[in-house]
């Protein structure tokens, strides 16, 4: 793999580790949509590409709070778009998330049943007003 790469996309592969992410510092744009054998731990490997500015993980079977850990450990300071439909946030766990990933300008998620539209709304939808927000 080239160590020049910048973006990946691996978007339903059977895959079952990102460890490779090492080699690919230079990284800005990954994909691994749908990849169901990538784990809550091997979303670690994140801390390898500092500079990715672009992150798709929807359906992937991933929890928020894992995912929420992973990019609060490993700041992703140059990310500004976040896919992660399928994963069912809670209310702090999204407003944690947009107050640690500070430019973030699209926010894909799910939300958990206690979080409503109506309440999303009127919360982060309202006070983060110039971040596009995808609710699946």
């Not at 978007?11 to 990284?27: A, K, Q, V, W």
């Not at 784990?39 to 079977?61: C, F, N, R, W």
């Amino acid at each position: 793999m080239s160590n020049k790469l910048q973006w990946l996309e691996l978007d339903g592969c059977n895959m079952s580790t990102l460890s490779f992410l090492r080699y690919l510092p230079r990284l800005e744009i990954l994909s691994l949509s749908r990849c169901e054998n990538i784990t809550d731990d091997d979303l670690s490997a994140i801390k390898y590409v500092p500079k990715l500015e672009q992150l798709y993980i929807s359906h992937m079977g991933l929890s928020a709070s894992q995912v929420l850990f992973n990019l609060t450990k490993h700041r992703l300071h140059n990310l500004y778009a976040l896919d992660c439909q399928g994963v069912e946030f809670i209310f702090t766990e999204a407003l944690t998330m947009m107050v640690i990933q500070k430019h973030l300008i699209f926010f894909g998620l799910s939300l958990f049943e206690t979080f409503t539209p109506h309440t999303f709304d009127n919360t982060l939808g309202k006070w983060f007003p110039d971040t596009e927000f995808r609710i699946f």
